[in-house]
């Protein structure tokens, strides 16, 4: 369960979700063949120990968006269970066949690094895992022109730690880490950042079938994060 510290952060996640839910109806609107809404709980159980070491080896105390955060932190990965279109979808795209799927597990995870986040998802069981963090000199691991994706994810993160305001995330199937699609700022102290990474950050996450993008529509919702982010900066310092 979740308890709510008060009516604003009540506000802020109601507002938080009506949004999600009007994007996802507007996906289905054009053309879109499912589109789920839920709250992710992405908790970073080695931010503590992965932040300490930079501070150790001589980084800045800030991440303010202006400095390099040189090592990753990764979360421990959320579970979504898919059913009907989007497992049959998901299993299409995984074992190359069309077929009426039962309920699929797959577990979404994130990881900071150099003040960005980044996303993966693989299926839960078999063989599948997720693959592996490249470094910042695996080029061929974040292409700037991959193959389709297999999914597409909004994410806003909830309640004073680390921004992030995500829309059209790419992701594929146990395959590679993608970047986030939109803001991301750590906007908080080195071991503020670090227990607001091990607490865990509360986001609304909508998970749906990637689709393409007229370059309008991309431009206007790249426009409404960086306004949105930039009020959200502005009433946290003040």
């Known amino acids: 369960h979740m308890v709510l510290e008060d009516l604003r952060s009540a506000r802020q996640l109601a507002d938080a979700v009506h949004r999600a839910r009007a994007a996802a109806s507007s996906h289905m609107a054009a053309g879109g063949r499912f589109a789920h809404v839920l709250l992710g709980h992405f908790c970073f ?33 959320v579970s979504v269970k898919l059913r009907g279109v989007a497992a049959a979808a998901v299993v299409a795209s995984v074992h190359g066949q069309t ?4 309920d699929v597990d797959v577990d979404l995870k994130m990881a900071w690094r150099n003040n960005d986040a980044l996303l993966s998802v693989s299926v839960r069981g078999g063989n599948h895992t997720h693959p592996h963090l490249p470094t910042d000199d695996d080029d061929d691991e974040l292409a700037d022109e991959p193959p389709p994706a297999d999914l597409a994810v909004d994410m806003s993160s909830l309640w004073g730690g680390p921004l992030l305001r995500t829309r059209d995330s790419r992701l594929w199937l146990n395959k590679t880490w993608s970047k986030a699609n939109g803001i991301s700022a750590a906007v908080l102290p080195r071991h503020q950042f670090a227990e607001a990474l091990t607490s865990g950050m509360l986001c609304v996450v ?30 946290r310092r003040g």
Do not use: F, W, Y
Request: glycine letters at 2%.
């Open 206 to 235: 909508t998970i749906r079938d990637a689709i393409a993008m007229s370059s309008s529509k991309t431009s206007v919702r790249a426009n409404a994060l960086h306004l949105e982010a930039s009020e959200l900066r502005t009433r």
């Open 45 to 77: 159980p080695d931010a503590r120990e992965v932040l300490a070491k930079q501070s150790v080896a001589g980084n800045a105390s800030r991440l303010d968006g202006h400095e390099d955060m040189e090592a990753s932190c990764i979360s421990a990965p």
């Open 99 to 102: 077929v009426a799927a039962q």
